[in-house]
């Protein structure tokens, strides 16, 4: 079946406007693309097609990601083959030239040489005593781990993996590339390897499992820099298929599990997540070395909108959970809030008490309920000043909250925790949140005013969107009214059956769309319908005739013209 086929474009355009909402046959929202007030984007569930009347766009399920995302055709579309949980063969695009030879090859190559390189830690690992001691004793990884993650050893020569892949007829072009092994920028320049002494950690992209970089974690037998320091973890650079903004370490192997249980849990690092899979919890991913970004949120957003967070208890962890957690409100998305007890982390847990791992999973707390009661227990002293800096804390977070409903849960709880009147809460919340949106006030995109559509248009859009419409049209009576040679073609193929190429569509397709917005919440009868028709046929004829009228007094102004000048011209 094809990709396509597979999807409902409104379940797609949902994950990004909140607001979508069923209108008639249609359903309408506010544009994804821009900050507008009042809704000027239509989607239509029958036809798989979306249109933004404000920006004059519109298109299928595939341009709606390639707009909304920012991103390629082949991205877009790779995007969505990962949301439909469909595998796409690394040639999927060649036959219709997608993305041009040159980054189709390097694509390929990249994910041939880190699946080789993989195969050399491997390799490397079952040679080092020590790196397997470390995996075994100090991670409590049994084998069955070490091979499900395909965990390795990078070796201690500082170019044996670059001498491997070079036998294996890579280019030192190619390896660079990759990011597993860099030019040295003085002395001899020769090729490094990147990883030497390291235990090796593959990152895979989730849709499909191909190696795309990897983690490398020092046990004590890497080189040390120009300073003798080591960094505890170094990730790959950033390469063709590798991005680490918009990478979750796990999601490979986490994807399936996020879909069953609809949440997923964020911990900080990658053996936190390794340990968590191996104590019941397969919905554990993390970000590669960064901070959270948007595009982890657009990745996590696909799949579901409950988000665990498991961050360690130390200070950046708690830092990073307050962070999270803003940007997961903001982002619409719910967020649930967990803490290891006695400043473990997840890692630790997991190798001490792995049931323990999978109970303060399924114990978790809103993040929203979990603030007001932490926040109250730090900031509440019995005075009016701690009461202050309780709500000036709690509603920061409470604001992010796009939902109202949120907001009533939330105030009726605090109030009883404050023992004060609900409506005196609310009136403290309004007035910071008028307080902080003046300040950082939003720019709105202008929307469009005026009539949207002429009356040929409004035709074309009745004749294309209902049948009932087409059965009444009389086209000798019609075609002499037509004043707009391209609606007259698309009307014709419209009556016709005839072909319309990809423009002619979306410009038909939004003029259904329009029309059918036209009739809100009910769905028109044969007698509207045809009514509507009689209408615009009957202002189309007074056009016509206002047109006539306008060309008889054009002709005659210019007759009399013509006469005045002859008259002088016989008196000369």
């Known amino acids: 079946m094809d990709l396509k086929d597979r999807t409902d474009i409104v379940d797609v355009v949902r994950r990004y406007a909140s607001d979508l909402k069923k209108r008639g046959k249609n359903w309408v929202c506010r544009s994804p693309f821009r900050n507008e007030r009042t809704p000027s984007f239509s989607v239509s569930q029958e036809k798989q097609f979306w249109y933004d009347f404000g920006l004059g766009e519109g298109g299928d399920v595939i341009s709606f990601l390639e707009r909304v995302e920012n991103v390629s055709f082949r991205e877009a579309v790779e995007t969505l083959a990962d949301t439909q949980n469909v595998a796409l063969p690394d040639n999927w695009g060649q036959e219709r030239g997608e993305g041009g030879s040159g980054p189709k090859v390097e694509r390929k190559t990249i994910y041939d040489l880190h699946e080789a390189a993989c195969v050399y830690f491997t390799q490397e690992l079952e040679r080092c005593a020590v790196a397997k001691e470390y995996l075994r004793d100090g991670r409590g990884f049994d084998a069955e781990t070490v091979k499900q993650w395909r965990l390795g050893y990078a070796g201690e020569a500082r170019d044996g993996l670059t001498k491997y892949l070079l036998e294996r007829g890579y280019t030192h072009e ?74 979750l370490f796990g999601l490979d192997q986490a994807r399936a599990q996020v879909a069953a249980a609809d949440y997923i849990v964020l911990v900080e690092g990658n053996f936190d997540v390794i340990s968590a899979h191996r104590a019941g919890v397969p919905q554990a991913v993390a970000t590669c ?54 400043g473990k982390d997840i890692d630790e ?8 791992v999978v109970k303060l999973i399924e114990g978790r707390e809103p993040a929203l309920e979990f603030f007001r009661v932490r926040f109250g227990q730090k900031l509440l002293d019995g005075s009016l000043e701690g009461e202050q800096k309780f709500l000036e804390a709690y509603f920061y977070f409470l604001s992010r909250s796009p939902r109202p409903l949120e907001h009533d849960h939330y105030l009726t709880a605090m109030a009883k925790q404050l023992n004060r009147p609900k409506g005196v809460l609310e009136q403290e919340f309004a007035r910071y949140k008028d307080k902080h949106q003046r300040q950082r006030k939003e720019k709105y995109v202008p929307e469009t005013k005026g009539p949207l559509y002429g009356l040929e248009e409004k035709l074309l859009g009745l004749v294309a969107g209902y049948e009932t419409v087409r059965g009444v049209v009389d086209w000798g009576e019609l075609e002499p009214l037509l004043t707009d040679e391209g609606v007259e073609s698309l009307l014709r193929r419209v009556l016709q059956g005839g072909e319309m190429n990809e423009v002619e569509g979306v410009r038909v397709n939004a003029l259904v769309l329009h029309q059918q917005n036209q009739w809100g919440e009910t769905l028109p009868s044969a007698e509207q319908l045809e009514g509507a028709y009689k209408t615009v046929l009957t202002l189309l004829r007074r056009e016509a005739d206002q047109r006539k009228r306008l060309l008889a007094a054009a002709e005659l102004r210019s007759s009399l013209a013509r006469g005045e000048k002859s008259g002088i011209n016989g008196a000369q």
């Open 349 to 356: 847990l997991a190798q001490t008490d792995p049931g323990a």
């Open 289 to 342: 070395g960064t901070a959270l970004t948007e595009d982890h949120l657009r990745h996590i957003k696909r799949r579901t909108k409950r988000v665990v967070v498991a961050f360690d208890t130390d200070a950046a962890g708690k830092k990073a959970t307050l962070r999270a957690t803003e940007m997961l409100l903001g982002a619409d998305l719910s967020p649930y809030i967990v803490q290891v007890a006695g």
């Open 174 to 247: 190619q390896i660079g590339a990759s990011g597993v092994a860099y030019e040295r920028q003085f002395g001899d320049r020769r090729m490094v390897d990147r990883f030497t002494g390291r235990v090796m950690i593959p990152i895979c992209e989730p849709r499909n499992g191909h190696i795309i970089a990897f983690s490398g974690r020092d046990i004590g037998r890497t080189p040390t820099g120009k300073n003798g320091k080591v960094a505890k973890y170094i990730n790959s650079p950033e390469n063709a298929v590798y991005h680490k903004s918009a990478t």
